[in-house]
């Protein structure tokens, strides 16, 4: 019989059939929990589904039961709404935010859109500052919902001047009207979690949970939910996830590592935040780039859950905790964000092959992709020692009429990049001088390829695909030191491109 409705001949009996939908079979699924209307998007924030994973720990070989705290479900797509909410409110309550006010807070990008999606709703000027790694997608959303944007320099620490926690303490003296919140030491950090995240997660599992793992980074949300659950279930574990080149976790000997600089964004400090309770936390597994990003894009994949990479370091943490758990026991791990905020880094294939978090795709029908980088195919470019002024730096630039400067240290080894629009970029944001030293204007984390290590013209292109250029170097192991043999551009990549064409094809 043929399936196929003829759209010309359909008759009234046809339709009257067809949407007979209360003879159709139902699943009703019960609203007691859900308001028909909220009166305003904030009110939404809260009540994240618990949802039971089955695919990646049946891999693992997990024996007990996992389950995943959808926090990346909220409206501003992040746990980070229910922080920004409570602290919004108790301010108003106590006359500290009232008309007129503009809510200034440093933030890894998703404490920001929440206090953006706040103060859009409930008219007040928002000043976000963040670091320079954080992800263009958190930027537009950010701008989107009306806020101020202020970038500052990644490897800033804490208490640098230029760091996004001081200038925002700096923008909050200077600017008439304004509140600092600091999520960091608001007790609101973790109440909004002592109250509502551990609270929805005791009532999905009717007060019978073995393990809790999640993330921590100003660590309000396992301070609060620790401190909730371990009231009801004194036996519950407390799993806290850090990455290396982060200092919470606890004893300090976990923290020994050579990284500095880390790519999964909302976790981890170089400082002890006051809403930090280490006491409540029973364990503390350390993460890195790597496997946190495979295992965020395994989430996607193998359970259908769009959330970010820092779900993804929960996700691997959880995995090597709940090793010890046996069946029929409990382990619920905390997702914090979503996929929209990483929609260009590790979502995208170009991304995790440029960064080696993922294997090269092999393109055996281009005869160059192979290829290895020589010397002699790199554009040469000046450098400037780390100890010359942004003034010399500038004057260098447009001297050569280049894009980039290499900045290298005493022993001639590169360091960093300086280049105009960083430059430019800087002194707009208010938060460069020309005065400065030029470490304050070189960037420090920038694709570049060793020679040493035989790059390929595909890994090249691989990375122009994302940046605008790619530093080539050389590393010497007996000296240890990297030396700058130039840079290459999609302009003069094309150009080897094209002239080794011409070399295969005989011309």
Known sequence: ?????????????????????????????????????????????????????????????????????????????????????????????????KPGSVIVEPTSGNTGIGLALAAAVRGYRCIIVLPEKMSDEKVNTLTALGAEIIRTPTEAAWNDPTSNIMVAHRLAKEIPNAVLLDQYNNPCNPLAHYDGTAEEILWSLDDDVDMVVMGAGTSGTISGVGHKIKERCPQCVVVGVDPYGSILAQPEELNESDVQIYEVE???????????????????????????????????????LLCGGSSGSAMWGAIQAARSLKEGQKCVVLLPDNIRNYMTKFISDQWMEARSFQPLVNKDNLKWWNKPVTQDMVQTVKSVSHDSSPTEALAALQETQSQLLTVVN??????????????????????????????????????????????????VSRMLDITPYVVVVKSDASTNTQSSVGVMTSENLLKNITTETKHMNGS
């Open 410 to 459: 005493d022993k001639g080894s590169v360091v960093g990049v300086f280049t105009a629009d960083n430059a430019r970029r800087r002194l707009a944001n208010l938060s460069g001088s020309l005065s400065e030293a030029l470490e304050k204007f070189t960037i420090k984390k920038f694709y570049k390829v060793d020679l040493a290590h035989k790059p390929t013209l595909g890994l």
């Open 1 to 97: 019989m043929s399936n196929h409705v003829d759209v010309n001949n359909i008759t009234e009996n046809f339709v009257k059939n067809f949407f007979n939908l209360k003879e159709l079979p139902h699943i009703v699924r019960p609203l007691d929990r859900n308001q028909k209307i909220h009166s305003d998007i904030l009110n939404v924030i809260g009540n994240t589904p618990l949802v039971k994973l089955s695919n990646i720990p049946k891999q693992e070989g997990i024996k007990c039961d996992m389950y995943a705290k959808c926090e990346f479900l909220n409206p501003g797509g992040s746990v980070k709404d229910r922080i920004a909410y409570r602290m919004v409110i108790d301010a108003e309550e106590k006359g500290i935010l």
């Open 266 to 304: 909302g976790i981890g400090y170089d400082f002890l935040p006051g809403s930090l309770d280490r006491s409540v936390i029973d364990k503390w597994v350390k993460t890195e780039d790597h496997s946190s990003l495979e295992m965020a894009r395994r989430l996607i994949k193998d359970e259908g």
